[in-house]
């Protein structure tokens, strides 16, 4: 796909038209036309291709779009500033200190072999955005909820297969088919799960406001998101239960997945580079120390000024979240965009564009 992708570009260029099957696709791949389009107020319309996300994900952020998905934004915003994250600091630590104790488990039993990363990257970032975003710590890491992690899995694999084959993407054809059953039950999985954490939430919240409490470990717990939208549900923003459980969902699979793969983009890059990966090694031994427990604290991050570039720079070359694609019904300075053409945006490049 990507190959195809990259051959249409050498042949045709930037900018140019494809047709897949009825629907004419607008492909964009130079800076200044994303920039013209990422930061336009009109064209906020999101293609398709997103409706494969709602069963499990409604209207949340991700999927809505004009005039919802600006208020939305607005409202949830404030709930990710850094001055917010730093009152995590405690369960970052406390999640990544669980992590590498899985890790050294695995290398314990095969030392000198090689083995996947991702499965324990991914598992941290679900336990942190739970017990971040939402107050609730589900054990990913130690298999408490193995349901609903599968869950997520089978969702995502579901969702990428259906995306890339143009029949399975149509609701109809897919009912028809074996993984259809599989999927079911998949959305009934999560859609239970994300109802009894919102429950326990708008109990605890009814009796004590936004709170903080303490885990058996003595780790203090708050939600950030959750509170919010109980908070201003209160406040007359009139969210029903499924405005507010929409993007909850939303915020697990955005807040884990896509960190995940940025964070095995970052190690891979790394590996591929030795040179600059013992620096980001140097660097670290001479902020944090060489024990891998020692707390982290945010005047430490702010102190890994090298790390700060290797990340920007591998986030740069490889985007956890390489291709969206909008709807357009007007027109940009540089083209007129006919009614009901799609524009995926391309973030997969062999090159990088250095001079911008």
Request: with cysteine.
């Amino acid at each position: 796909y990507l190959e195809a992708l990259l051959s249409l570009q050498n042949q045709y260029g930037n900018f140019y038209k494809l047709w897949t099957g009825p629907t004419l696709r607008l492909v964009i791949n130079k800076p200044e036309y994303l920039e013209d389009l990422l930061n336009s107020n009109v064209h906020l319309s999101k293609s398709n291709g997103y409706d494969l996300f709602k069963p499990w994900l409604g209207d949340g952020l991700l999927v809505s779009t004009g005039l919802k998905w600006r208020q939305r934004r607005k409202m949830i915003t404030p709930t990710f500033h850094f001055k917010v994250l730093e009152d995590f600091m405690e369960i970052f630590n406390y999640q990544i200190n669980v992590m590498l104790e899985k890790l050294m488990e695995a290398v314990k039993k095969a030392p000198g072999s090689t083995f996947d990363i991702f499965p324990f990257i991914n598992l941290m970032s679900l336990d942190i955005i739970c017990e971040t975003a939402f107050g609730t710590s589900i054990g990913a890491q130690n298999q408490k909820n193995p349901k609903y992690v599968a869950a997520v899995k089978d969702f995502l694999e579901i969702f990428v297969f259906r995306f890339y084959s143009g029949w399975m993407g149509h609701p109809l054809f897919f009912r028809f088919t074996e993984p259809y059953k599989i999927y079911q039950q998949t959305l009934d999985t999560l859609h239970q799960f994300c109802e009894k954490v919102i429950k326990q939430r708008k109990e605890e919240f009814a009796k004590h406001g936004k709170m903080t409490g303490i885990r058996d470990d003595g780790i203090k717990v708050r939600s950030a998101l959750l509170d919010m939208l109980l908070e201003a549900n209160q406040h007359g923003e009139n969210l029903s239960d499924k405005d507010i459980r929409d993007e909850v969902n939303t915020f697990m699979f955005e807040g884990h997945d896509t960190s995940a793969t940025a964070i095995c983009f970052t190690l891979y890059a790394l590996a591929q580079n030795p040179k600059f990966q013992d620096k980001v090694y140097e660097e670290l031994c001479e902020v944090i120390g060489k024990d891998p427990k020692t707390e982290i604290t945010i005047s430490k991050l702010n102190d890994l000024k090298y790390m700060d570039i290797v990340v920007k720079e591998a986030l740069r070359m490889e985007s956890p979240f390489p291709k969206t694609r909008q709807s357009q019904f007007s027109s940009l300075a540089w083209h007129t965009i006919r009614q009901s053409s799609q524009i995926p945006k391309n973030s997969t490049r062999t090159d990088f564009f250095p001079k911008k």
